[in-house]
């Protein structure tokens, strides 16, 4: 079993920024990709950004391209988004996930565990 927790998020002004943490415990050795989604109310979950177990391949929505960045210290089990020039549109409820079945990263089906979620509203 993998265990992941998220934090970071919060209320911010658009222009602003913010970075996500994901704390993952258990079978970390098994884990592959790790991934962010998020969610908006009345929306279906968007993929955001995923990196590669040793971080040399990362991938991103076009979307978030040039505003976020993702990364992971495998020492610290611990992956996280920073979110630069943040626009109202990028409100919604963020979710960490991990991959131990080496799946595409891209899709929802790509990953078989997921955090709680973390809450990330920006204002214009």
């Known amino acids: 079993q993998v265990q992941l927790v998220e934090s970071g998020g919060g209320l911010v002004q658009a222009g602003g920024s913010l970075r996500l943490s994901c704390v993952v415990s258990?079978?970390?050795?098994?884990?592959?990709?790790m991934g962010w989604f998020r969610q908006a109310p009345g929306k279906e979950r968007e993929f955001v950004m995923a990196?590669?177990?040793?971080?040399?391949?990362?991938y991103t929505a076009d979307s978030v391209k040039d505003r976020f960045t993702i990364s992971r210290d495998n020492a610290k089990n611990t992956v996280y988004l920073q979110m630069n020039s943040l626009k109202p549109e990028d409100t919604a409820v963020y979710y960490c996930a991990a991959d131990t079945r080496s799946s595409s990263p891209w899709g929802p089906s790509g990953y078989n565990y997921w955090g709680q979620g973390t809450q990330v509203t920006v204002s214009s």
């Open positions: 258990g079978r970390t050795f098994g884990v592959y990709v």
């Open positions: 990196i590669s177990q040793t971080g040399g391949r990362k």
